[in-house]
């Protein structure tokens, strides 16, 4: 697996050019991915799920530093949003990461970050990419319409079928826009280590309804993310090139944000009731599929869901994690980590016990890593 390989023409430092599969660069980690650039065993959350790292894209970067400023930006492979999750948001598959990456639909990223004073980097990036891919197809209304049988017309049941499959293939293709922003810092002085994030994704309602009924999923219509970290050198007091990292994270994520609901006496009940005895228009129960049809997905728990509403947010996906730790580093291309993760989420029912959900949010875990860069 290659995980960026490009071709870099420099001009001058204020322009380079790179043609090729490159990195993404939005966020902290993403850029710096390699274990001995971060002290946890696993990446943070945030930039797991909502900024998918590691995320690569065929494209070409224009990159360069103007005095204290240093900029990346560029054209990009767009994601693939028949591949979101509601717990996942983007996650590992949402992104083709340059193997048979679709250009179908493109992506433009940009990327500042200021070198203020020494040891202090504030930064920020703005992400906006199609990631319909010709695999979401869009929610309309006149999806209710029915298609009289051809036969009925005194058509044969070969032309009905050809018809029907020419109206397929006219339905209208979902762009599905993805939008991100994220605003970062770094302050490394002395002993001490800061650092933090903030990110917050979103696709419009129209964009999320076909995403959702192309997944099944109730994916975020908006997802958010953040972390704030601490960490101290405890062998600064010794003289010596070894360091021995504490460090504290504290991070919360949430993949559902904000999702599409139905809400009773909703455009959907308004439509149902004008269809209801219409032998021309379907209600939501006559689709295949019901609500998802309409782009609308049900918690998995009955009580997740307000009288009236459907499509509300799971609470699992609302998480907090708290991350104490040490990283030593014998040498600075090798570490070996131990940390203590405390997992919770807002949720409170019976999938946050681990017998029926091994990977849940609200189980404590302690993870042990080795990282080795050569």
Request: proline share 3%; charged share 25%; net charge negative.
């Amino acid at each position: 697996m290659v995980e960026f390989a490009y071709v870099e023409f420099r001009i001058a430092d204020w322009l380079q050019i790179r043609p090729g599969l490159n990195l993404v660069p939005i966020g902290i980690t993403n850029w710096m991915h390699e274990p001995n650039t971060f002290y946890s065993v696993n990446r943070p959350a945030t930039e797991q799920l909502i900024i998918p790292t590691t995320w690569r894209e065929l494209g070409v970067l224009f990159t360069g530093e103007i005095g204290r400023f240093q900029y990346r930006t560029g054209l990009l492979s767009g994601l693939d949003a028949s591949q979101f999750t509601a717990s996942e948001y983007i996650g590992e598959d949402g992104s083709y990461r340059g193997s048979e990456a679709s250009l179908r639909d493109g992506a433009f990223i940009l990327n500042v970050d200021a070198n203020l004073f020494d040891g202090f980097t504030l930064g920020g990036s703005y992400y906006a990419g199609r990631a319909g891919q010709g695999n979401v197809t869009a929610v309309q209304d006149n999806d209710r319409l029915i298609t009289p049988d051809g036969t009925s017309l005194g058509f044969s049941p070969e032309d009905t079928a050809d018809m029907l499959a020419v109206m397929e293939a006219r339905r209208r293709r979902a762009p599905v826009l993805v939008q991100m922003a994220e605003g970062h810092f770094l302050y490394r002085t002395g002993p001490w280590d800061f650092r933090g994030l903030a990110v917050r994704s979103w696709m419009s309602e129209e964009d999320t309804r076909a995403v959702n009924r192309a997944t099944g999923e109730n994916v975020g219509m908006v997802a958010e993310g953040g972390y704030l970290e601490a960490g101290f050198n405890v062998l600064s007091f010794w003289k010596t090139d070894q360091k021995l990292m504490f460090f504290v994270r504290n991070e919360f994520v949430n993949t559902q944000r904000k999702t599409v609901e139905r809400k009773f006496g909703g455009k959907e009940d308004v439509l149902d009731a004008l269809c209801r005895g219409s032998s021309t228009c379907k209600t939501t129960t006559m689709f295949d599929n019901g609500n998802q049809d309409l782009g609308i997905i049900e918690a998995e728990d009955a009580n997740t869901e307000a009288y009236g509403k459907k499509g509300l947010a799971d609470k699992t996906n609302d998480r907090r994690i708290l991350t104490v730790g040490l990283a030593y580093f014998p040498h600075p291309n090798v570490t070996v980590k131990v940390e203590y993760a405390k997992n919770d989420s807002k949720s409170d029912w019976y999938r946050d016990q681990e017998v029926f959900n091994p990977e849940n949010n609200k189980i404590d875990t302690i993870n042990v890593g080795i990282g080795v860069v050569f």
